[in-house]
């Protein structure tokens, strides 16, 4: 099992920045990649950005060049970044933590935070 406890959600004015955390704990060695997604009302939960265990990242177009994910392995936290906040981008945005298990089939398992409320005004 793997817990995920996220911090850093507020509110902001559009073109501000916020940062947030995702501290896992428990079976964080089996973890393959970690991400953070986000879900506006009305709309579907949608993949922010992810990174691997490698350090290979990946963002949503909508994000590109002002979300930065890291990670530091000492504390076994992900951070997000993100700069010139849109209020597009005001949405829950949860931590989500992948451990994939191949044997004769490849079986994903998800873990999931609680979600942490960002709200940009305009």
């Known amino acids: 099992q793997v817990q995920l406890v996220e911090s850093g959600g507020g509110l902001v004015q559009a073109g501000g920045s916020l940062r947030l955390s995702c501290a896992a704990s428990g079976s964080i060695f089996s973890i393959n990649a970690m991400g953070w997604y986000r879900q506006a009302p009305g709309k579907q939960r949608e993949l922010v950005a992810s990174?691997?265990?490698?350090?290979?990242?990946n963002y949503a177009d909508s994000v590109k060049g002002r979300f930065t994910i890291s990670r530091d392995n000492a504390k076994n936290t992900v951070y997000l970044q993100m700069n010139s906040l849109k209020p597009e981008d005001t949405a829950v945005y949860s931590c989500n933590a992948r451990r994939v298990v191949i044997t004769t089939t490849r079986v994903a398992y998800d873990y999931w935070g609680q979600g942490t409320q960002v709200t940009v005004s305009s």
């Open positions: 990174i691997t265990a490698g350090g290979s990242t």
